[in-house]
């Protein structure tokens, strides 16, 4: 059973950074590609950012409205997965969550095998 928890959420100010974490316990963690999702309120959840498992070369993809600005990259050594999240802006505002999965292709189309409990982001000044 893999299990998965974010962190580094907060309130930042737009313009400023910050980087989250995905930590991942349990199963083949090299061998699980993982993805972050968004949900602001009133609005449906988004996948904005993945990589594939280190099976598959950390190949990563992202969501044109974030495109540019975040960047999701894996620990060396092993996990944690990050999220640097640059230049944040008040619509950026909205509970991270990351996902993990064997096929890409299922956390593309938002339908992981596993969900961490997700993480507060918000932008205002």
């Known amino acids: 059973q893999v299990q998965l928890v974010e962190s580094g959420g907060g309130l930042v100010k737009p313009g400023e950074s910050l980087r989250l974490s995905c930590a991942i316990s349990?199963?083949?963690?090299?061998?699980?590609?993982i993805g972050w999702f968004r949900q602001a309120p009133g609005k449906d959840r988004e996948g904005i950012a993945y990589?594939?498992?280190?099976?598959?070369?950390?190949?990563?993809r992202y969501s044109d409205s974030v495109k540019g600005r975040f960047i999701i990259s894996r620990d060396i050594s092993d996990y944690p997965v990050y999220l640097t999240m640059n230049t944040l802006k008040p619509e950026d505002t909205a509970v991270y969550y990351c996902?993990?999965?064997?096929?890409?292709?299922?956390?593309?189309?938002?339908?992981?095998?596993?969900w961490g409990p997700g993480t507060q982001v918000t932008v205002s000044s």
């Open positions: 996902a993990a999965s064997r096929l890409l292709a299922d956390l593309v189309q938002g339908i992981p095998d596993y």
């Open positions: 349990g199963g083949t963690r090299d061998y699980y590609a």
């Open positions: 990589i594939s498992s280190k099976a598959s070369f950390d190949t990563t």
